[in-house]
């Protein structure tokens, strides 16, 4: 039973939970002079570590918070409030779907009764 | 949980936004005032205020540590000249009768005033995603 989809969902839940940390961040110092934006190390690093090990997760990716590095130095408040309703939307989403697995279990365990 | 320091988070940004409107207020409501309560002009405010990191974890967290919100470094008098005006009947007109009315902007007041306000309902928004982000993860597993 791949139990890499829950360790994965747990580490997406975690990126997006600092990624909301980080926006709400950006936002609290929207009049900041000289404040560089911060943004999540997450996808990339998911992305290299699966292409080099082939698929599975491992234990060294961990999502943390870093200077955003697309060169904006000051904070765009519309841009924040796209990532923050996308970002709600994508926790919801993974929590949905951790959900739907822990249902498949469940019918596995009830021996398909509902 | 995580979400919690995001609540934070969005508390100290709403604190920042609160000041600056509250000092943006009060020079607009002293834009007219000649004497300060120590009997010196009063001199417009300006609200400093600069990004917050927290200290706890933050070696665990890479090199920019976790977030801690922003924080008003200071609150204080702004340089901008006097504007004179000739009111030689005004008993706080000099010897010439010019009388020293604080430098406020007006429409740079205004303008702060408007993004503090925007700056303070996004904060709001954040705060209410995070609270949205905390409900749905009591939900998990309630279904069933």
Redesign the interface.
Known sequence: MASDVVALARLA??A???R??????N??????PG?VP?GV?FEQQLAFARGASGGSVPASVKP????DTSGTTRVA?DM??VK??Q??VH??SL?KA??KR??II?TAVNEGRR | M??F??FA??A???S??KT?LDVTALNIANAHSTRARDGSGFQPLQVI???RQARAFQAA??????????EVVEVRTSPAPPRLVHEPNHPDADARGFVAYPGINPVREMVTLI??L??YE??V???N??K??AL??L???S??
Do not use: K
């Open positions: 839940l975690d997006a939970s600092l909301q940390q980080a926006i709400a961040h936002i609290a110092n929207a009049n900041t404040y911060l190390n943390f918070i870093e200077p408040l924040e409030m923050l309703t970002n709600t926790y919801q929590l951790l959900d822990g249902s469940a | 995580d979400l320091n995001a988070i969005s100290s940004g709403m920042v936004e600056r205020s600069a990004a967290f890479g090199a920019a540590g976790l977030p801690g919100g922003a993004s503090a925007r700056a996004a904060n928004a954040a705060l995603a995070a949205t982000m749905r993860a939900d998990l597993g279904n069933r």
